[in-house]
T-cell receptor, first 115, second 111 residues
Framework: DQQVKQNSPSLSVQEGRISILNCDYTNSMFDYFLWYKKYPAEGPTFLISISSIKDKNEDGRFTVFLNKSAKHLSLHIVPSQPGDSAVYFCAASANYGGATNKLIFGTGTLLAVQP | AAGVIQSPRHLIKEKRETATLKCYPIPRHDTVYWYQQGPGQDPQFLISFYEKMQSDKGSIPDRFSAQQFSDYHSELNMSSLELGDSALYFC??????????FGPGTRLTVT
């Protein structure tokens, strides 16, 4: 049962344009969401997060949007750069403020930014 | 800035052998998480420790055990290894319930 889904296995974007990566979740208990970037043979690198009390969080070129009613979040990267080419994982956790916040990961989207 | 350190980076074992993976969290982080990522799969949560106590448990086989020591480093012990245990094992650390920062992973190959 995949509670966090990234329906696009891959995405190709031209340098300088906007990259939009999507993520859907099914568990309404999730209250904290994160995006990670991963290169082959390396660990996931934290990019940006958002709690369920917000609908938008911005950090430089990265913006995450959360639509709780649709159980959907998206990561916008603008402008996209060739160095952004990597696998992007969406992750979610429940019980924010509790004893643990184990992450449930999506299946990942491979982003390729073409020069 | 200091990152999460994992050792070894690569490990090759035979079936039925044991393996020990080590994780050194970012200084002052008090929570350690272990994840397993099989080929072509997303990372799956195994177990976590907060202040040296187990705080949560996921899909970790009974053949695996883990602990967090007084210096906050953690070890994942894996016994009676099976071919299906071949995977990338990531450790992550966080401060209380903050963002989790991942180490580079240990690639375990069981032959």
């Amino acid at each position: 049962d995949q509670q966090v889904k990234q329906n696009s296995p891959s995405l190709s974007v031209q340098e300088g344009r906007i990259s939009i990566l999507n993520c859907d979740y099914t568990n309404s208990m999730f209250d904290y969401f994160l995006w990670y970037k991963k290169y082959p043979a390396e660990g996931p690198t934290f990019l940006i997060s958002i709690s369920s009390i917000k609908d938008k969080n911005e950090d430089g070129r990265f913006t995450v949007f959360l639509n709780k009613s649709a159980k959907h979040l998206s990561l916008h990267i603008v402008p996209s750069q060739p160095g952004d080419s990597a696998v992007y994982f969406c992750a979610a956790s429940a019980n924010y403020g509790g004893a643990t916040n184990k992450l449930i990961f999506g299946t990942g989207t491979l982003l390729a930014v073409q020069p | 800035a200091a990152g999460v350190i994992q050792s070894p980076r690569h490990l090759i074992k035979e079936k039925r052998e044991t393996a020990t993976l080590k994780c050194y969290p970012i200084p002052r982080h008090d929570t350690v998480y272990w994840y397993q990522q099989g080929p072509g799969q997303d990372p799956q949560f195994l177990i976590s420790f907060y202040e040296k106590m187990q705080s949560d448990k996921g899909s970790i086989p009974d053949r695996f055990s883990a602990q967090q020591f007084s210096d906050y480093h953690s070890e994942l012990n894996m016994s009676s290894l099976e071919l299906g245990d071949s995977a990338l094992y990531f450790c992550a650390s966080s401060f209380i319930l903050g963002e989790q920062y991942f180490g580079p992973g240990t690639r375990l190959t069981v032959t």
